[in-house]
């Protein structure tokens, strides 16, 4: 599979994640690792894991979730 980004630019570079997001593979250099709380729908006691997970984001989608933040 290619990196969608590249493949705009009309450059060819190998995939290697898929954004949580949007579901655009992405090579090394179009990937950004974010972390991600991990919750619980229901349950007594702690929601929220005390270890954040790790989540692939491609740099279109980080943009627009910065904004919104």
Do not use: K, N, W, Y
């Not at 579901?23 to 991990?38: F, K, P």
């Amino acid at each position: 599979m290619r990196c969608f980004d590249c493949a705009e630019d009309d450059r060819q570079a190998a995939a290697v994640a898929m954004c949580q997001q949007c579901g655009a593979a992405l090579c090394h250099a179009h990937t950004t690792a974010t972390q991600q709380l991990v919750r619980r729908a229901a349950g007594m006691g702690q929601a929220t894991s005390p270890v954040p997970a790790r989540r692939m984001i491609c740099q279109t989608c980080l943009r627009a979730h910065q904004a919104s933040a």
